[in-house]
Nanobody, 132 residues
């Protein structure tokens, strides 16, 4: 049974930091493309970041580039998202997602809306609230 369990969300003031964690089980973590996706109140799903394990590289949406860092520890089956310099636009539910293939290029570029079907597995989400 596949499980993705996020933790680390909470409330923080503008300019603050949080680190999200996602513990995976039930599949071969090291062989999957791991990503973070978020959904702000009243808005659609938004791709945030992906760890491309085959290329050992990472990618970020323009809205978080330079502030967020994705990383993973294969020995612990854990994905992380370090979030710095948070602002109110980062308020959202953050989901850890996994897929056997890379995220759709159209979703990464923002040309296509992100759908739940775009990723094989989803966590339950963790709330991040940024206030001034």
């Amino acid at each position: 049974q596949v499980q993705l369990e996020e933790s680390g969300g909470g409330s923080v003031q503008t300019g603050g930091s949080l680190r999200l964690s996602c513990v995976a089980s039930g599949f071969t973590f090291s062989n999957y493309y791991m990503s973070w996706v978020r959904q702000a109140p009243g808005k659609g799903l938004e791709w945030v970041s992906t760890f491309y394990h085959h290329e050992d590289r990472t990618d970020y949406s323009d809205s978080v580039k330079g502030r967020f860092t994705i990383s993973k520890d294969n020995a612990k089956n854990t994905l992380y998202l370090q979030m710095n310099t948070l602002n109110s636009e980062d308020t959202a539910v953050y989901y850890c997602v996994a897929d056997a293939g890379p995220p759709p290029a159209g979703v990464v570029s923002g040309l296509l809306p992100l759908r739940r079907a775009d990723f094989d597995y989803w966590g339950q989400g963790t709330q991040v609230t940024v206030s001034s």
